[in-house]
């Protein structure tokens, strides 16, 4: 079966859940948006902007992490070496608060 999918920049227009962070994308936002075939199945996901850097950044050879997959202590290392954790803060403004707890 192939595979193949694309990466486009969009404003969203409804709301959405981030594939990275799993954390609401309003409606107005800049998201990345993918879609594509894999494993025979279509596809469509969204990332919040800052989320599809640090996706980008990072070393994701399996595809993003699914749902509790990662610590919030990841997430934030993710964020900062990727250079978005101030973005990041207007959507989840607690990260570093939860991160340490």
């Known amino acids: 079966m192939s595979t193949f999918y694309t990466f486009t920049n ?6 959405h ?11 107005g936002a800049k998201a990345e948006m993918s879609s594509g075939r894999f494993d025979g199945q279509f596809f469509r996901s969204y990332l919040h902007d800052a989320c599809a850097r640090a996706a980008h950044h990072g070393d994701y050879e399996d595809g993003l992490p699914m749902a509790g997959e990662l610590l919030v202590e990841e997430y934030l290392s993710e964020y900062r070496e990727a250079g978005v954790l101030d973005q990041v803060k207007a959507f989840w403004p607690t990260i570093e608060e939860d991160a340490a707890n």
């Open 17 to 27: 859940g981030c594939a990275y962070c799993h954390r609401p994308i309003a409606v």
């Open 10 to 15: 969009v404003t969203t227009r409804k709301p």
